[in-house]
């Protein structure tokens, strides 16, 4: 049955048009001693805070080259936290020990800041772009081209050797699956091509040897309906085992009856990071649940993480595509699959598709070295 339904699945996936889309590049490199002396001849361990003019020098380069070529909003990190964006009506920040965390709205915020603690050497820079205007996805080869004449303009300032700046293009599609439920009728085709075609389609061309990883995290939210839908008993030392036994049997057979078997459950309460890695990882740093993936390889199956101890607010389902479900380099087949399970699993959930949110957020990352 699995495999007649991805043979029969459409080629184009239909996105309500009240779908949001987010774009963001990423730039790392090393802070090295030599970097330092280049940009801060003066500096000494001893002086108040010792740092502080590295980081401005690096920061004001930054936002210089930023107005030069057009980039309304770039942020300046050098605190070694992961970096991540999100989509928010209201603009704003917000740090944990180990994440640095943007919220915006690119239709109407732009932003030029920095983070550091001039007393501290970082280990590596980090330069944030936000996309920002309508029609993000639309011009996003654009905007990469930008960023990147930008880095690379950067670079040559800093002398700075080819191959030190690491760039990440990352591309978010977020959606109610409920959308139409809830009186969305609109919706928008897409064929969801890899990023390197379509912006060859617009004549910028990307290294050869770049990595590229795409996937989909639904998030669902656990509340009292869920919970009575399993016997909890408060008292027992894993309490909540049976609900995420339950969620992740049905999980697993959803997914396999709709050919999806390269994933995760993720409900310990973790940040999942999906990365691109040449060999597969499901590891645990910290409040992050690092899960690597090469995309070249076959499925690695399907895993589940939970705390059978602990009650969390929302359980993550992820679906990470391979090469065998990019036909001609497109993905509308791969989400429509994942939408089809997704939907059999609201149903198998009782899910009031009228009231509730079933967020997806489609992903497309790429990555490369300047």
């Not at 210089?64 to 989509?87: E, I, P």
């Not at 965390?101 to 690119?106: A, G, N, S």
Request: a neutral charge.
């Amino acid at each position: 049955m699995s495999i007649v339904r991805k043979r029969s699945a459409a080629n184009k996936a239909y996105i309500p048009v009240t779908n949001r889309d987010n774009q963001y590049i990423l730039a790392e490199f090393q802070m090295t001693d030599e970097l330092l002396k280049k940009v801060y001849p003066d500096f000494s361990e001893n002086s108040k805070q010792p740092y502080f003019q590295f980081y401005q020098n690096l920061s004001q380069l930054l936002f210089t080259l930023s107005n030069d070529f057009k980039v309304k909003s770039s942020v300046f990190v050098a605190n070694d936290k992961l970096v991540r964006v999100r989509y928010s009506q209201e603009m704003h920040q917000w740090q944990t020990s180990q994440q640095m965390l943007f919220y915006y709205d690119p239709q109407v915020h732009e932003l030029q800041n920095s983070f550091f603690d001039a007393n501290v050497k970082a280990k590596k820079i980090t330069l944030l772009f936000l996309a920002s205007g309508d029609d993000i996805r639309i011009n996003a080869a654009n905007f990469h081209q930008r960023v990147e004449h930008l880095l690379k303009c950067y670079c040559q300032q800093l002398s700075l050797k080819e191959g030190d700046i690491r760039v990440r293009d990352h591309q978010h599609i977020t959606y109610d699956i409920f959308a139409k439920n809830k009186g969305c009728t609109s919706s928008v085709a897409h064929k969801l091509r890899n990023i390197e075609q379509r912006y060859q389609s617009q004549g910028v061309n990307l290294p050869e040897n770049n990595s590229a990883i795409t996937y989909a995290v639904i998030n669902l939210t656990i509340n009292n309906r869920i919970l009575n839908m399993v016997d909890i008993d408060p008292t027992s030392n894993d309490p909540y085992n049976p609900l995420y036994t339950y969620l992740t049997d049905t999980f697993s057979l959803i997914a396999k009856r709709f050919n999806l078997n390269n994933g995760a459950l993720i409900a310990n309460g973790l940040v999942p990071i999906v990365r691109y890695s040449l060999h597969e990882i499901v590891s645990r740093v910290g409040e992050l649940q690092m899960l690597g993936y090469n995309p070249e390889q076959s499925p690695c199956g399907l895993v589940s993480k939970w705390q059978a101890d602990q009650l969390v607010d929302n359980v993550q389902f992820i679906f990470v595509a391979t090469k065998h479900d990019c036909p001609d380099n497109r993905y509308g087949r791969f989400l429509n699959q994942i939408e089809q399970a997704m939907r059999l699993l609201a149903a198998e959930l009782e899910m009031p598709s009228n009231k509730e949110e079933f967020i997806i957020r489609f992903h497309q990352h790429l990555a490369y070295n300047i």
